[in-house]
Every structure is written in structure tokens, then in C-alpha cells.
């Protein structure tokens, strides 16, 4: 793979791409919603951990969420849907529309593909047995559809991240390199670099990262600011403090070929189940922003946890845009020529 | 939510603030009716992009570059051509618009102290980045041109200082013409090089509505400030420039399709658009007809500039607005989606199934 292709869009090794020298496997997140509780120790745990400034104490209205939306002062975010019966049946309904499409075929790339690589049952965690636990899977399965019914009420939890995209709007767009690529191939924000210009705010297809407002009291007031996958800790060797304090394991983290095969036998496992209204999210490094770090399993459409349902980076479109308005700053100068050499008056 | 045979007993709860989820719907809904919505879902109606954080000094700043783009333009032209009243009032126009612009841009700022980290870096993947160096060297060449412009007045021109003048001041003038085009253009992809769904649809003709927006605003300027008998070019500009710009815009309405379209037309970003509509061309019908006389030139003038100022303002608005409303961003998304399935992708959707 040349350097120069899939620097703005498809798959690629994004810190290979920053030229780290050393290297470090891709970390990244997976965050398993079907065994959220919604307690929020992930959102508690971010705030103590990266000392986030308080952001609003009011009671939202929207169920248990009282959070609102990831923000500069909100790096984790708990999402709270309450469903009913009919809503789970259209999701059970897309899931399974989504098996019958068959995606993703993924592209049958070489063994050398950085990305693709390792994804699949046989890159399975060491000390799980995929056939034992297949096997009682599937007699879960047999005996959950025997007893057969659609519950008459769910709750959908799902804690929210920044998904520390391959090809990351806002780090594309950052005019002052305030925005960085680790070793780790996540995007971290310098703060002492940041002068906000929020243009990163505007480029995130995720609406993610934002500028902190408040007075001059608050830290970091007036730069953007967003989850850094506690980039202090991974030095360490440490886990991000989400995942350190999840009680329920559904947030997990690892090297990211790690997370990506450790979803897609989850997901198998659900559907095998027969919960076909399972699915990845960002588990494609084909799709819109090459693949995300967060990859997350969800039991209904993207949209419904207010997650964009094909986000697309801008920067891909560069290339053309930076053509077309080269052609209207032609245009512009001939315009001027025209009116100057018309008769003289 | 759970029944039983005692919830007939219960009135309907009226629908609290906020807990409008589905979207596109209208503002309330009786929840005893769950009526499944067909168009799609949100997360109580929230946002799922963010809108730039921009105030209205960036959109003055969009009016503002264009302007100093376009004066820079005229002033180049005026020198080349003869036209000494245009030439002087574009070397000021351009000078005092750069400056103020550059004002508002750095007003705007989370840290305004920290305005020169733009030029920490060069970075071609972002247009502000590229924008901050164009700005720049536009600044540059035509602060370059103003000196020389001032010094030509104040000195002997057979003087040694006059001499250099002379030498200098066509390869100042060429250097703020070249880099006056990138300046009106780069705002455009400054814009659409986001994920407000408006702005970034708009990407194939809103370089067309900027440059010609900034031949407007800089042709209006010198129709005001400059001797009717000079402003010949600029009336000529100004009349090919509405007839580009309200091409562009249309025909950016209709690649847009009618829904990224509709902030265009909506709330101020409408009104704005409007006003911008009936101003650009009232303006440029007057600078042709009544051009040559001082008091219709003066108010054509303005006209177009007001115009301009609407054009920004509203293209601006409207895209922050679509940044606001899910609808803008998940139903386009989801159409693509549906239509790369229809075609037979199904590689490349960030939902997998496996």
C-alpha cells in the first residue's frame, strides 16, 4: 500500500500514516450496549479521572439522561431509549434485513493488509473457546425461541465515546496541529496548542468535539476539547478509566484488531440467539471514515442512539473542492479580465 | 412503556418538553397513540453533528474577504488599465477590508491570544490553514501597494524613491490580483470542508456564488467611492457577476436536492437569501442603466454591497442551521445509504452485521 493512497479515505494504518516510528498496536474501544446498565461510572469515572469542569446540573426530561450529548465537558455519554414491542420488532426486522444484505462481504484483501488482518474467529482472544461457548449458545438460543415472545418493553443503554476515527475530520481540518495522531492511532487535542478556532467542532461527523465555553476560572475555557482515550494512562500501560471502571465489561478496550474480532463473535453469539436486531458499528474499514477505534455493538438503527447511519469524512471530498473553487478563482480573474478590457469609457 | 386493563382508566399524559424522539415529526405528541413514524428515529430530537461555533463575525468575515478579494481584483485591473480613481480605491478598499476581517476572524477565536498559531503549521488538509497563508500574502502584496500608492503621491516621481516606486508597483499589483482569486474562493471550502450537511453539499458551486459575491461587494465599493467616469469596469463586473452569482445559487439549490436545500429558505438564512436576491440584481440593473449618473451609481453601489453582505449571511445561517435539525443529517445519509444497498454495496456501510 503507497503512502499516498487512502490518506483521506478507505483503510489504512492511520499512525503509520503520521509516521510514528514506533510501533505500538491500534488501540481502541469496544463498547457492547446489549450489557450496559446505565450506571454511568464510565461518565464518572472520565470527569474524575481527566479533572473535567462541571457542565450542568439540570433533569433533562429524556429518561435516565440527564447528560444530554458528548461535549468538551462530556466525554463519555449514557444514551437511554425506552421501546416497545413494536419498536423492538423493527429493530429485530432491520438486524435481520442487515444479515440478509450479507455485510460486510469484506474485501478479500492480502494477509499483509495492516487493517484487515486478524479480523475474524481466528484471531479470538487467548483463553475463550469459541466452539464450547458456540455450543451453549445455540441451546440458549433453541430455548429462548421456544419460550418465544417479544418483550413488551426495553430499555436501550449505550455509553457513547469519541470514536477516534482512521480518518479523523477534525484532526484533517485543524489549522494549527493542535490535533494530533498518537502512536496509539488515536486523536488527541493539545490544549497549550489550541487557539479554537472551532473548526474541528464543525468537521467531526459525530458532532463529538467541541470548544469549551464558561469563564476564565474554567480549565481550558475556549479550547476544543474531547476524549484523548486517557492518552496519559496508555503510556503507562494503563486502561482508559471508562473502561477500568465499567462493572458489566461492556466497555472494553484493547489492541483494536482485538476489539474487532471480539464484537463480531459477540454479535454472532446474539444473532445465534436469535436477538437479530444486534449489529456492529464502525467495525468496517471500508466505510465512510476508513473505520473507527470505537467500534460498538447496538440493538437497533444508528440513529436511533443519535449515532449518524453512514457518516462520511469531508476531507475526502478535498480534492474536488479545492478543484472546483481553483476553477471559479479562474473564472473570477477572467470576469475582472472581460470588464477591464471592454471599451473604454 | 407497560399496560394494564387499569390504563384505560388513565387520561393520556400530554407530552413533556423535550421528549419529542422521533423527528421530522411535528412539535407534539400524544403518547397514548404510538404510532410508529415511518421517516426515521432520533434521540429525542437532538443534534448528532455540531454546528460551528461560529458568531456573525465569521460571516462578516466571509463579506469582508470577498470584498478585500475584489478590490484587489479592481485595483490591479485599474492599474493595468489606466483607470487611476479604481486603482486607488481598491488598494484602500482591499487594505482596510483585510484588516478588519482579520479582526473579526481573530474576535472570534476560543483563545484570541493565541491568533499567530495559525501560522504555526502549513497544512494543505485544512482550508483554514491554507486560507490563513492566502490572507496573508494577499495582506502582504496589497499593504505593499497601498505604500507604493501613497508614496507615488508623496514623492518626486523623477526622484530616486519615486523610481523604485515605479519599478515596484506592477509586481505588487499582479501579486494581489493572483492572490485575490484563492482569497474569494477558499471561504467556499473553508465552509464546505464541514459536516453541516448544507455547506458541505454545497461544495460544487458555492466557490462560483463566493467569487462572484466578492466581484459584488468590490464593484458596488468602487461604484460608490470612485468618479462615474471611471467606474465603466466596475458596472460591467457588477453586471456579470449577478448574472453568475444567481445562476450558481440556483443551480447549487438544485444539486443540493429540496431537503439540504431548505434552510436556504427558512428563518433569517431565507430572508437573507431573499433581500440578497432582490439587492444583487436591483443593484446591478441600476449600476447599467442609471450608472453614469453620481446619486444612482452611489446607491446601485451600496445596493450590491448590501447584497453581498445577504448572500453570506444567509448561506452562512443556513448552514449552522442544518447542522441543528437531525433531520438534515440523517435523512440525506440514510438515502445514500438505501441507494448504495439498492446498487448492491455491501461493503461499505459502518453497520455490519457481523
Known sequence: MGFWTNQLSGPTDPAVDAAWESREPRKGFFTDTSICIGCKACEVA???????????????????????????????????????????????????????????????????????????PAAAPPGTDPVADRAAAVAQADAAQA??????????????????????????????????????????????????????????????????????????????????????????????????????????????????????????????????????????????????????????????????????????????????????????????????????? | MTTNPLDADRPPEPERRGRRRRGGGSGRRDESVLVPDASFQSYYGHRIVKPAPWKGDIAAYLFLGGLAAGSGLIAAGGAAAGYPALRRVGR????????????????????????????????????MSVGSWILAAFGGFSGAALVSELGASLVDRQSRVGTVLRVVDPPLAVGSALFSAPLAAYTAVLLADTASPTWHE????????????????????????????????????????????????????????????EPLHHGRAGAFVTASKVLTVGGALGGVLFGRNRAAAVASGLALMAGSVCTRFGVFEAGIESAKDPRYTVGPQKERLERRRAAGATDDSITTSR
Open chain 2, 92 to 127: 484602500v478598499a482591499s487594505v482596510g477590508a483585510v484588516a478588519l476581517g482579520g479582526v473579526a476572524l481573530a474576535r472570534d477565536l476560543g483563545k484570541p491570544s493565541r491568533a499567530l498559531n495559525m501560522m504555526r503549521t502549513v497544512k494543505l488538509t485544512s482550508p
Open chain 2, 202 to 261: 454545497s461544495y460544487r458551486e458555492l466557490p462560483w456564488v463566493f467569487v462572484s459575491s466578492a466581484n459584488l461587494a468590490a464593484s458596488g465599493l468602487a461604484l460608490v467611492a470612485a468618479p462615474v467616469e471611471q467606474t465603466g469596469p466596475a458596472r460591467r463586473l457588477a453586471a456579470i457577476s449577478a448574472v453568475v452569482e444567481v445562476l450558481a445559487f440556483e443551480r447549487m439549490q438544485r444539486t443540493m436536492g429540496s431537503t439540504l436545500s
Open chain 1, 46 to 120: 472520565c470527569k474524575e479521572w481527566n479533572a473535567i469542569p462541571e457542565d450542568g446540573l439540570s433533569l433533562l426530561g429524556a429518561s435516565y439522561d440527564n447528560t444530554g450529548a458528548l461535549g468538551a465537558s462530556t466525554w463519555r455519554h449514557v444514551a437511554f431509549i425506552e421501546q416497545t414491542s413494536e419498536r423492538i420488532e423493527q429493530a429485530r426486522e432491520s438486524g435481520r434485513r442487515l444479515v440478509d444484505l450479507g455485510m460486510p462481504s469484506l474485501r478479500t484483501s492480502g494477509a499483509s493488509d495492516p487493517v484487515t488482518a486478524g479480523v475474524g
Open chain 1, 147 to 345: 419460550l418465544g415472545t417479544v418483550p413488551d418493553f426495553r430499555w436501550l443503554m449505550a455509553s457513547d465515546v469519541c470514536k477516534h476515527c482512521t480518518h479523523a475530520g477534525c484532526l484533517d481540518v485543524c489549522p494549527t496541529g493542535a490535533l494530533f495522531r498518537t502512536e496509539f492511532g488515536t486523536v488527541v487535542v493539545q490544549d497549550d496548542v489550541c487557539n479554537g478556532c472551532g473548526y474541528c467542532v464543525a468537521a467531526c461527523p459525530f458532532g463529538v468535539i467541541e470548544r469549551r465555553e464558561g469563564d476564565e476560572t474554567v480549565k481550558n475555557v475556549g479550547v476544543a476539547q474531547k476524549c484523548t482515550l486517557c492518552y496519559d494512562r496508555l503510556r503507562d500501560d494503563q486502561t482508559p478509566a471508562c473502561a477500568q471502571a465499567c462493572p458489566t465489561t461492556s466497555i472494553k478496550f484493547g489492541d483494536l484488531d482485538e476489539m474487532r474480532a471480539l464484537a463480531s463473535e459477540r454479535v454472532t453469539t446474539l444473532h445465534d440467539n436469535g436477538y437479530t436486531e444486534a449489529r456492529l458499528y464502525g467495525a468496517d474499514p471500508h466505510d465512510g471514515v476508513g473505520g473507527t477505534g470505537s467500534v460498538f455493538l447496538l440493538l437497533d438503527e444508528p440513529e436511533v442512539y443519535g449515532l449518524p447511519p453512514d457518516p462520511r469524512v469531508t476531507t475526502a471530498d478535498l480534492p474536488d473542492m479545492f478543484r472546483k473553487a481553483g476553477f471559479a478563482g479562474v473564472a473570477m480573474l477572467a470576469m475582472a479580465a472581460v470588464s477591464f478590457l471592454g471599451r473604454r469609457r
